[in-house]
């Protein structure tokens, strides 16, 4: 375990921008062979997430696995971030849990670590802010979590992956702290479970069938799931609610890449977003 977070260690962001294969239907959609370099707003959306952890001054270094890097290192609107030269773009492995260990043994000194995903373009250096300066003291590991509450108050009627405890019901966001080295355990852990993130209750089983059977009651309480989890791999782990509702809203369809549009024009324009994108996201 750490003891409270140390303002003078710079963070290193991991970006996972690796392939679906060619049935990801938002690359064909889109028209490229990366999710990552579909645009939104005309943007890619690798780049729009660069743009957010760029804009976070703890940030030192980031690192973006892509099965091809050139597809990074010779695209023009990567351009900016790689003169500044804290970039890093290396070959993504075959699941994304894989290319976090590769990322976390190509550099030096990779503690503490964000992780993050390309197909995340609402991503905002505020979100990255508060998940950050609201870890626990202590933990060696956290991810990042949307109540449903938050998420419908914005997008009535959204359907979202959940995790439904006793006390709530909660979505991922895509944001993970590895703060120590304890948490390579929690990666590898990851590596096993990976191939379940969608279906919650495969996760869960793997704490045995008592807690499983608790979570299929609606008895598990959060915190009660994340000690079980916290013993399995041996480290410390936590969770940040974040109120942000654009902090779930991931690319997973070509509907989602609709709504983030609209999301994003949105802020532009300083008005939500009408009902007519808000069912993309159904």
């Known amino acids: 375990m750490t003891g409270p977070l140390s303002a003078d260690r710079p963070i290193t962001a991991i970006v996972l921008a690796g392939s679906r294969g060619p049935a990801d239907p938002v690359a064909?959609?889109?028209?490229?062979?990366?999710k990552a370099l579909a645009p939104v707003a005309?943007?890619?959306?690798?780049?729009?997430?660069?743009?957010?952890?760029?804009?976070?001054?703890?940030?030192?270094?980031v690192i973006v696995l892509i099965e091809r890097p050139e597809l990074v290192?010779?695209?023009?609107?990567?351009?900016?971030?790689?003169?500044r030269g804290s970039l890093t773009v290396l070959p993504a492995a075959?699941?994304?849990s894989r290319s976090v260990l590769a990322a976390l043994d190509a550099v030096p000194a990779p503690f503490p670590c964000l992780v993050t995903t390309a197909d995340h373009p609402l991503l905002t250096p505020a979100m990255v802010e508060h998940f950050w300066t609201n870890?626990?003291?202590?933990?060696?590991?956290?991810?990042?979590?949307?109540?449903?509450?938050?998420?419908?108050?914005?997008?009535p009627g959204t359907r979202r992956t959940y995790l439904r405890f006793r006390d709530g019901a909660y979505s991922g966001c895509n944001l993970f702290a590895l703060r120590t080295a304890a948490a390579r355990s929690v990666v590898s852990f990851w590596r096993r479970v990976e191939q379940d993130r969608k279906t919650p209750w495969r996760m869960i089983r793997t704490l045995g069938p008592g807690t499983l059977l608790s979570y299929a009651l609606g008895r598990l309480r959060l915190d009660t799931a994340l000690a079980a989890f916290s013993r399995r791999t041996g480290a410390a782990l936590a969770a940040v609610d974040l109120p942000f509702a654009d902090a779930a809203v991931d690319v997973d369809r070509?509907?989602?890449?609709?709504?983030?549009?609209?999301?994003?024009?949105?802020?532009r324009d300083g008005a939500p977003i009408g009902p007519q994108n808000q069912a993309a996201a159904s």
């Open 28 to 34: 064909a959609a889109a028209g490229v062979s990366h």
């Open 42 to 61: 005309g943007v890619p959306m690798l780049a729009r997430v660069l743009a957010s952890l760029a804009a976070v001054p703890r940030i030192g270094r």
């Open 73 to 83: 290192l010779e695209h023009p609107a990567f351009a900016p971030f790689l003169a």
């Open 94 to 96: 075959a699941s994304p």
């Open 135 to 155: 870890l626990p003291p202590g933990v060696d590991a956290a991810v990042g979590l949307a109540r449903s509450e938050t998420i419908h108050a914005a997008y």
């Open 254 to 267: 070509p509907s989602d890449l609709l709504l983030a549009d609209a999301i994003l024009a949105g802020r």
